[in-house]
């Protein structure tokens, strides 16, 4: 067959393989219209009202005015009508622990547990936690293997759950908070992570290591805690040098660092370091405010940690009597720190630390800041302009806006006139895939 010819043959055989794909990806692209009564794009501003929303496979294509019908748009596309409700980017939770629930079983259940068992659990409280209109979260504390393997899966649409951010293990010294504690010396010595670190170079390699098994992001405890069964308080237990050690060197891999404090000195410490959250911020003072303004570091409040432990100190009878003094103490003091830092200029970030409060219910962290006094336009941007910022995915998440993921939810009240709406959403919209209507 002459040379001329057998060209000509591949280039057709080419041709027709491109055609192909081309169809086989026509078929498999979807077009969903949204008509959205009212549509919040950006929180913090003014919210449109009769807008169509175009979603083409997991994306926003467009959003145009009016109620434009899907057959105007695409022949095939699916119609969605939320005409009736306020629609708003998914909301995300920078502070959650999906492995376990806070209650008077944890100590018999982690032993009774297997790894297997703790995942499946995992699995039903991430399903929860998307139900309730949460599409994205951050995990700061779980078991490593676990919390990646449920993030990858839900990643690959095994199974349904909100986009996980997972930290992993903890990182902590020696006694910490985050270390083990409250069980026999022989289960205490099985159950110590590698990453317990002492000293500056040895909490260098914990973060290393904690990058090199699957780390998105790096959560550390420069202060006390207030459920570590132990009665040394809450005050900063990462010196200066190891905080500096950790925060360098996961900025060099590429990591940002989330930083558990209460106490001011702790709060101080680790925003000198660099990190770029931290989370609780029960007691930061006013060099605690110049800092987080300094530094654009984040608060994540987690108001309803605070408003969990102290009904559970005050009503139960499961926690020790060290941590029943933390949590009265901690828990009623941490409402005032937050408002008083909000005022100050301190960016928010919202989060709950659901886990100790029930998963599903993530949603009462907003009622508890607007009772603190903080206005239900900055509560909608905290939980999803500056969450999306925090974990550095403002070009994809946060707003709907063209070219952004479809993650969407919808309520049949406007949560800017009452913020109670957030706690029955109707409509879950994740990648672009109907969850929730």
């Known amino acids: 067959m002459p040379f001329q010819k057998i060209m000509s043959v591949r280039a057709f055989k080419n041709t027709l393989l491109t055609l192909s794909v081309l169809s086989s990806f026509n078929l498999l692209a979807q077009v969903q219209v949204i008509h959205a009564g009212t549509l919040l794009k950006v929180a913090g501003k003014k919210p449109l009202v009769e807008q169509t929303l175009v979603i083409e496979n997991n994306k926003i294509l467009s959003i145009q005015s009016g109620f434009v019908e899907a057959s105007e748009i695409d022949k095939t596309a699916t119609y969605i009508d939320l005409s009736s409700s306020f629609v708003m980017a998914g909301l995300m939770d920078m502070h959650v622990h999906l492995q376990g629930e806070l209650g008077p079983k944890n100590d018999s259940q982690s032993l009774r547990m297997s790894d297997a068992d703790v995942l499946m659990q995992s699995t039903y409280n991430a399903k929860k936690t998307l139900m309730a209109g949460f599409t994205t979260v951050r995990d700061l504390g779980a078991s490593a293997e676990q919390i990646f393997a449920l993030r990858d899966a839900i990643a690959k ?152 432990v102290v009904g559970l100190a005050k009503n139960t009878n499961f926690m020790s009597e060290a941590i029943k003094a933390k949590a009265i103490r901690v828990g009623a003091d941490m409402t005032e720190n937050f408002i008083n830092s909000f005022k100050a200029g301190v960016k928010i970030a919202y989060g709950t630390d659901s886990g100790v409060s029930p998963h599903g219910n993530n949603g009462r962290e907003a009622v508890l800041m607007s009772q603190a006094g903080m206005k239900n336009s900055d509560i909608l941007k905290s939980a999803t302009v500056h969450t999306a910022d925090l974990i550095g995915l403002s070009d994809t998440l946060g707003t709907l806006e063209e070219g952004k993921i479809a993650d969407i939810v919808a309520y049949n009240t406007s949560p800017l006139k009452d913020i109670n709406a957030l706690l029955n959403v109707n409509f879950v919209m994740k990648d672009g895939k109907v969850i929730k209507q």
């Open 157 to 308: 649409g095994w199974i349904e759950g909100p986009r996980i951010v997972a930290a992993g293990t903890t990182i902590s010294v020696t006694g910490g908070h985050g270390d083990v504690d409250g069980l026999s010396p022989d289960i205490l010595k099985m159950r110590t992570t590698e990453a317990i670190c002492d000293g500056p170079y040895d909490c260098r390699r914990a973060t290393r290591h904690a990058i090199k098994y699957g780390s998105d992001v790096i959560k550390i405890t420069s202060t006390g805690g207030v459920l570590s069964d132990t009665n040394t308080g809450t005050g900063q237990q990462m010196t200066d040098d190891e905080l500096k050690e950790v925060v360098d060197t996961a900025h060099g891999l590429g990591r940002k660092v989330a930083s558990h404090a209460h106490a001011a000195e702790g709060i101080n410490a680790a925003l000198r370091a660099g990190v770029d959250s931290i989370e609780h911020g029960s007691y930061a003072d006013k060099e605690s405010i110049k800092l987080f303004k300094k530094t654009g570091a984040y608060l994540v409040p987690t108001l309803m940690a605070g408003d969990t």
